[in-house]
């Protein structure tokens, strides 16, 4: 697993939620991080990645690499899926709703 930089938050390392560091490196998007999207689905890769979405494009020009903790400071409810298995998702209609949790689609099962 990538890292980035270590770095301060403003929260303290004792409520980390997540077994992953909290320097891990997470692929997210433009919109989330620079125009304040808010987060509306976070994927938990099979290859143990984590992906921190707002559902609102997949166009890899809009994709950035950074760093859990501060995906986490932007929206401490991500921290509900900290035990979310490799292979799934989670998603919520809004900021306020609750977060519903399902199995990815097999990677295998799209390529055929």
Same mark, same amino acid.
């Given at each position: ?103 990815? +689609?097999? +990677? ?5």
């Amino acid at each position: 697993m990538d890292t980035v930089e270590s770095h301060n938050h403003d929260f303290e390392p004792e409520v980390w939620p997540f077994q992953d560091p909290i320097n891990t490196a997470v692929i997210s998007t433009k919109p989330v991080f620079i125009q304040n999207f808010p987060i509306l689905r976070v994927c938990h890769d099979r290859d143990g990645d984590w992906q921190i979405l707002c559902d609102t494009t997949n166009d890899t020009d809009d994709g950035i690499v950074v760093c859990f903790g501060c995906a986490y400071e932007k929206d401490k409810t991500i921290g509900e899926l900290h035990d979310l298995p490799l292979g799934w998702d989670a998603w919520r209609e809004t900021e306020s709703s609750e977060w519903i949790r399902e199995e990815g +689609e097999n +990677e295998e099962e799209i390529d055929e």
